[in-house]
């Protein structure tokens, strides 16, 4: 089983990650860090403690993560993508805020697992922050797993560069400086994790309970919102779930190690850099970086574990 503390901003493809992690019985998921991202921090925290609500979850410790990045701008948001309260059409109940804990409970959370696995699928800010506050975080954690990047192939936010290294490319570039046994899932491979309305349906006809309850409300809105961006597109690429799922199932996808670069300022900002050319592996390189992606089998896992009931202890 995997152990992970997930970073995280949700936001819809998020917040679906966050119910895969959930339901997949083999991650454990040991914290969530609520940061800004698709929607500003308050919002994402309530939208983790909401989603931790439904799946009775709520010993997950929800922590503090950062408001903007290293820049200081004030960020963008998307509600037209992940709706007003980033989880399209819902809004969690006025109830459920969620109890944030202190940044530096990450570090503890570190040390009391052994063999922990960091996963990011937001802006890479909080991660960033965690760098620059430890001095052996590549020490402690096994190993880190981002979503972001974009390799040869336009991007999401600009021509070139994907949404998370866009958002704060000085955190990301030094995310990828300092730290070791990173693999990194960008847009080659999660522009093609494509679930349909009737996958959706699938998962709903198989199981109950209230994580999946509000899935296809979550999903419609997505898929619409992809369909205006994308024309012709059947659905929506969940760019964060196909990261944990790799994680789950690492022979799912065709990898190479490559180091990594990310542009920080001008038309190029947040581009992410590697050098593609074919030659012969070299394991020494920092970074896995997954290119194709076995989607059958990826479909195949994201409906069997959405399709399970939520583990009990």
Same mark, same amino acid.
């Given at each position: 089983? *995997? ?15 966050? $119910? ?6 083999? %991650?454990?998921?040991?914290? /969530?860090?609520?940061? =800004?991202?698709?929607?500003?921090? *308050? ?18 410790? %929800? @922590? ?6 290293? &820049? ?33 409970? %990450? ?10 696995? $960091? ?14 506050? &430890? ?5 402690? !954690? *096994? ?36 730290? *070791? ?32 309850? @509000? ?7 997505? @898929?619409?919102? =992809?369909?205006?961006? $994308?024309?012709?597109? !059947? ?6 779930? !196909? ?13 190479? =190690?490559?180091?990594?670069? /990310? ?9 992410? $850099? ?14 896995? @970086? ?24």
């Amino acid at each position: 089983m *995997k152990k992970i503390l997930l970073f995280a901003d949700p936001g819809i493809d998020d917040s679906i990650a966050i $119910i895969y992690a959930l339901l997949n019985p083999e %991650i454990e998921v040991v914290g /969530i860090v609520s940061s =800004y991202g698709n929607v500003d921090k *308050k919002q994402a925290t309530e939208n983790v403690a909401y989603l931790l609500e439904l799946a009775n979850k709520t010993d997950i410790p %929800i @922590i503090g993560g950062t408001t903007r990045p290293f &820049s200081g701008e004030i960020p963008t948001f998307y509600p037209e993508i992940h709706g007003p309260e980033g989880l399209g059409p819902i809004v969690p109940p006025e109830n459920i805020a969620g109890e944030l804990l202190n940044f530096t409970e %990450i570090f503890n959370i570190i040390d009391q697992n052994p063999g922990l696995t $960091i996963v990011d699928v937001g802006r890479n800010t909080s991660l960033a922050t965690a760098v620059i506050l &430890s001095d052996d975080l590549s020490e402690k !954690v *096994k190993e880190f797993y981002i979503m972001g990047g974009a390799f040869l192939v336009p991007g999401n936010v600009t021509p070139y560069a994907e949404a998370n290294f866009y958002g704060d490319p000085v955190a990301s570039s030094l995310v990828f400086d300092s730290l *070791k046994n990173i693999t990194v899932i960008p847009l080659n491979v999660s522009n093609n994790s494509i679930v349909t309305k009737q996958h959706v349906a699938t998962i709903q006809e198989s199981t109950q309970n209230p994580l999946i309850d @509000i899935l296809d409300e979550v999903m419609d809105y997505y @898929i619409n919102a =992809y369909k205006k961006l $994308i024309p012709g597109l !059947v659905g929506a690429p969940l760019h964060d779930v !196909v990261t944990l799922s790799l994680l789950a199932n690492p022979d799912m996808g065709r990898f190479i =190690y490559r180091d990594v670069q /990310i542009q920080q300022t001008g038309k190029t900002k947040g581009v992410s $850099i590697a050098d593609l050319r074919v030659k012969p592996e070299d394991t020494d390189k920092n970074v896995r @970086i997954y290119l194709e992606l076995d989607y059958p089998l990826f479909l195949e896992d994201f409906i069997r574990v959405m399709s399970t009931k939520i583990p009990t202890e």
